[in-house]
């Protein structure tokens, strides 16, 4: 998955540009008015406010809620600017012309018509990503095509499919096999029976070929993504297109519905929610849309279960921990590490790689997760829960105080437990790393100004770069015309041109980020 915005180099770049001292990006409330948000192709637009050294700046702007990056979607409006009617018009034709070029119905019955195909005419499109039909050879015969597609391979879509790994807007990051079987069988051990998969693709196949193959398991999933390319492998009832950033379906009322009636189905008993959300997102929308999920979960519940919570696995980096226990506070955070395929700094620490920073949130009690001790877990009896092998019992702090799986030594001055790299300053009063410089808000975040960690870990980051971009262009375009993208043609893949240059540009930045503090 996607580090929040390219660690040390997004900061330097974001200094180079003038843009030094506390700054950032925030979600704004909505004005008084309900005005609705103005559209852009990832449906309703958020209101976002630019605040400069702890100050708000006073004109608002709507912004694209999935793309963090300006090449993805350059949508921009002041709050408080007048469109014309036909720069209004433009913008519908845009929107419309940037959906996908099949109805959901269309793709589900170009699948029924593909595996009916005898094996020899079962052909994929590697370059447009896309499964053919006879019909539609001719149009790809100069790309590179696979043939005899399994139907083995049909249900492995994650695996057919590259992944897009872009990391301002899908940062598509696989689990690693152990990670993803790790979670099928904690689901079925728990006793789940619904599981609604938010951005997790591959655990939604894995459930659904486990429950194939094995008759003891009956695990129902519906994906929820905004990868459009998966809905040529998934009827109506298990794939919807989604943003999960301002809990938009693509396919209005009837997608909706398939995803209210999964949520409540038998009174919405045996039902859990797991996401894995790309890091560079904000977690505020991404609340507010879970709270939303919430909602109709709940609307289907009968009064005297009034005081039940939805089940949720939020997977995410262990540094935004204060962020998600904000919004849910009955949310605690496992110890267990989630490895990713397609991330070579994410993988086990035992094999000898840094160890992955991304972690489950939860709202189920920790006592009920049992971890692998294979794999470095153990229970600890006084905190009821599994911890990593290393994550000692701290006798002063009464925890096993130990965030990213590391010993760490208690500060007697500072009364808690520290990174072991840590040493108490007594100019500071805090613990901090040896080679600190102790002038008061350096050691902390430029962002939010928190002493835990610095403005590459902040999870605020994400809207602060992007925002100051977004202004940074608006101001360098003033009088050029909005210049209208041209459509995109026929095929599932929408970023293939940028998929190599994105690879090249992956950064190592969570490691950067476990050893910058
Ligand atoms: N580890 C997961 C994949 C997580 S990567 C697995 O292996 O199943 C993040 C996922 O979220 C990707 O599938 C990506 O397509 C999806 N995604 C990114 N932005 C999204 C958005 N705005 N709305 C919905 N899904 C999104
Ligand atoms: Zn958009
Ligand atoms: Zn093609
Ligand atoms: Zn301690
Ligand atoms: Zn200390």
């Given at each position: 998955m996607a580090a929040p915005r390219g660690g040390l180099e997004a900061v330097e770049a974001e200094d180079s540009v003038g843009l030094r001292g506390t700054s950032g990006i925030e979600l704004a409330l909505p004005s008084g008015l309900a005005v609705p948000a103005p559209l852009c192709p990832h449906g309703p637009t958020l209101l976002f406010v630019k605040v400069t050294q702890g100050k708000e700046e006073t004109r608002r702007f709507y912004a694209c809620s999935a793309c963090r990056d300006r090449k993805d979607c350059n949508f921009f409006q002041w709050e408080d600017e007048k469109l014309s009617g036909a720069r209004l018009a433009a913008r519908e034709a845009h929107n419309q012309r940037c959906q996908p070029p099949l109805s959901r119905r269309q793709c589900v019955e170009r699948y029924l018509k593909f595996i009916e195909l005898p094996l020899t005419q079962r052909k994929f499109c590697q370059r447009c990503q896309q499964l053919l039909l006879p019909d539609d050879w001719g149009q790809h015969s100069e790309h590179q095509v696979l043939g005899d597609v399994s139907v083995t391979q049909l249900r492995k879509p994650s695996q057919l499919l590259y992944p897009l790994e872009n990391k301002k807007t899908n940062a598509q990051y696989l689990f690693a096999d152990r990670s993803c079987q790790f979670l099928v069988d904690l689901l079925s051990t728990l006793g789940f029976r619904r599981v609604l998969c938010v951005g997790t693709p591959r655990l939604h196949e894995l459930i659904r070929l486990t429950t194939s193959a094995d008759k003891n398991s009956n695990i129902k999933s519906l994906l929820l993504d905004i990868d459009f390319r998966y809905s040529q492998f998934y009827m109506e009832d298990s794939f919807c297109h989604y943003n999960m950033f301002n809990h938009h379906f693509f396919d209005g009322k009837t997608a909706l519905e398939v995803c209210r009636a999964f949520l409540q189905?038998?009174?919405?008993?045996g039902v859990i929610m797991v996401t894995d959300p790309p890091?560079?997102?904000?977690?505020e929308p991404l609340a507010i849309t879970f709270k939303k999920l919430i909602a109709m979960w709940k609307e289907?519940?009968?009064?005297?279960?009034?005081?039940?919570e939805l089940p949720i696995f939020w997977i995410f980096p262990y540094f935004f921990e204060s962020r998600i226990c904000q919004f849910f506070p009955s949310f605690r955070m496992l110890d267990y590490q989630v490895d990713y395929d397609n991330h070579a700094l994410y993988k086990h620490g035992k094999t000898g790689r840094k160890q992955s920073p991304v972690r489950i949130f939860t709202n189920i009690p920790l006592n009920k997760i049992i971890l692998p001790t294979e794999e470095g877990y153990r229970f600890c009896s006084l905190c009821q829960r599994y911890v990593s092998l290393e994550n000692q019992h701290c006798e002063h702090c009464n925890s096993c105080p130990s965030k990213d799986g590391r010993k760490w030594n208690h500060c007697f001055l500072c009364k808690k437990c520290v990174k072991p790299s840590w040493i108490h300053c007594s100019i500071c009063n805090h613990c901090a790393v040896p080679d600190h410089s102790c002038q008061g808000p350096k050691d902390g975040c430029f962002i939010c100004g928190e002493l835990d960690h610095k403005r590459s870990a902040c999870p605020n980051i994400a809207s602060s770069k992007r925002a100051n971009e977004a202004v940074r262009k608006q101001k360098q375009r003033k009088s050029n015309k909005m210049k209208m993208e041209t459509t995109k043609g026929q095929s599932m893949n929408h970023t293939s041109a940028t998929r190599r240059k994105e690879r090249r540009e992956r950064a190592p930045s969570i490691s950067l980020l476990l050893n910058v503090q």
């Open positions: 189905e038998d009174k919405g008993e890091f560079g997102g904000l977690v289907g519940q009968s009064q005297d279960d009034s005081d039940k």
